[in-house]
């Protein structure tokens, strides 16, 4: 479909006047919401994840290309909901307590959100209880926790030991990112996955949506 395609191209190139003006001709043209989101809001994002994960854009691409599709979405959102279309997941992220580095967690949350997802974003220095009650209250599938400093690392390992006390570490998955840890240190804590990046983050995200 010949819009669709060129609400993929728009999006790539963070024209957000031309996005809010293609999703509103595709309302009237009667195409679907959920194939404008997928095939032309969704998709072109993900053009935008994969050129930066292969270095072909920057981050500044990738913002200008996120406020875009957030053009289209604030247009689409009222009809998702009056239509009942679900989310693929809801993903509860954050700044660890103590930190209040956050490029790489809005990034991932760009990402994310570009990807489908709902995202709850609680911000910087989040205290651990509040990654549980946040996971709790939406029904979230998936922790996202973020730390730029060493010294506030534990608190991650914290957020996992209210998850198993809680009894809900079994029912989602919590990944975690940020320049000082590791793979390793992501084992030794019990979290499910490290990411590096944002891209990595919705790879991982999405493959344990799909495998629940």
Not at 93 to 118: C, Q, R, S, W
Not at 159 to 184: C, F, M, N, Q, T
Request: aromatic share 6%; proline share 3%.
């Amino acid at each position: 479909m010949e819009l669709l395609d060129q609400l993929k191209d728009s999006l790539q190139k963070g024209d957000s006047e031309q996005v809010s003006r293609l999703t509103r001709q595709g309302i009237d043209e009667k195409i679907e919401v959920k194939i404008i989101l997928d095939d032309g809001l969704i998709a072109g994002m993900n053009i935008v994840g994969t050129k930066f994960k292969e270095h072909m854009i920057f981050l500044p691409d990738v913002l200008l290309a996120a406020k875009a599709m957030y053009a289209g979405m604030d247009i689409l959102k009222p009809l998702m909901i009056k239509e009942g279309i679900p989310t693929i997941g809801k993903v509860v992220i954050g700044t660890v307590h103590g930190d209040l580095h956050d490029i790489g967690k809005n990034l991932v949350g760009i990402m994310l959100k570009g990807a489908g997802f709902e995202v709850i974003d609680l911000g910087r220095d989040v205290p651990a209880e509040k990654f549980i009650e946040a996971a709790v209250e939406f029904e979230a599938k998936i922790i996202g926790m973020s730390a730029l400093l060493t010294t506030t690392m534990p608190v991650m390992k914290r957020v996992i030991e209210l998850a198993k006390e809680k009894e809900i570490y079994d029912r989602l998955k919590i990944i975690v990112g940020g320049a000082p840890l590791s793979e390793e240190y992501a084992r030794q804590i019990g979290a499910h996955a490290y990411c590096y990046d944002g891209v990595n983050a919705v790879d991982r995200v999405k493959e344990f949506v799909k495998a629940k």
